[in-house]
Each structure stands twice: as structure tokens, then as C-alpha cells.
Nanobody, 127 residues
Framework: QVQLVESGGGLVQPGGSLRLSCAAS????????IGWFRQAPGKEREGVSC????????YYSNSVKDRATISRDNANNIIYLQMNNLSPDDTGIYYC????????????????????WGQGTQVTVSS
């Protein structure tokens, strides 16, 4: 199994930036896709960005497209999510997850089977 640990959340002012990290350990070759989801208070969890390590394909939801960059450090099994020009709408708990496949449609994505979830890291965008 894969264990995922997120870090990098915190309080950010509108217009600011942050970088989230997700460190994967354990059976890191047992998933096809790894990425970020978020859940705002009172809302459903939604995909933010993900990457397929086998070929480096990246996916972004419309809500963060052009403001976010996902990247990976293969040597250390860490993925990063750089987000810029943050707004209060970006507030929520950000989770890292792995999956067996990914489907992208209508400006968002989902995993076909979720293998592991991290504990989440809180991001609050407020002045």
C-alpha cells in the first residue's frame, strides 16, 4: 500500500501563492495516477490537478487552470502543487490521492479507483 503525507497548507492572503507537497511511501509503483483534490466547507470533494508518473501527463480542473502547476520529484516520490493568485474560493482541505486510472471530462477529472488518500492539509485564503 501507499502512504501519503501532505504538507504546505496555511493561511494565505488573496492574490498570494503557496506550494503543497505530497510525500508518497510504501508501494509507490502500485498506482497509475497521483493528484490533488480539495473539499470546501459544505461542498463535495473536487479534483484540482493530477499527474500520471508513467508519462508525465498532467490534468487540471477548470477552476485552477492557468493558476496551478503540478510537478514531481521522482527520486524522492514527492509531488508538488504550486498555486498562484489564490482567492477565497480556493479555501478548503487539500488531499493527495492515488488511483488506478483517470478520466477527464467537462473540465474536471476523477480516478477510476482510489487506492490511497492522505490526511489532508488546510488551505485558507483570507485577508
Amino acid at each position: 500500500q501507499v502512504q501519503l503525507v501532505e504538507s504546505g497548507g496555511g493561511l494565505v492572503q488573496p492574490g498570494g501563492s503557496l506550494r503543497l507537497s505530497c510525500a508518497a511511501s510504501g508501494s509507490t509503483s502500485d498506482y497509475y495516477v497521483i493528484g490533488w483534490f480539495r473539499q470546501a466547507p459544505g461542498k463535495e470533494r473536487e479534483g484540482v490537478s493530477c499527474i500520471t508518473p508513467v508519462d508525465g501527463t498532467k490534468y487540471y480542473s477548470n477552476s485552477v487552470k492557468d493558476r496551478a502547476t503540478i510537478s514531481r520529484d521522482n527520486a524522492n516520490n514527492i509531488i508538488y502543487l504550486q498555486m498562484n493568485n489564490l482567492s477565497p474560493d480556493d479555501t478548503g482541505i487539500y488531499y493527495c490521492a492515488t488511483g488506478s486510472g483517470v478520466t477527464y471530462s467537462a473540465g474536471t477529472f476523477r480516478f477510476s479507483r482510489y487506492n490511497a488518500w492522505g490526511q489532508g492539509t488546510q488551505v485558507t485564503v483570507s485577508s
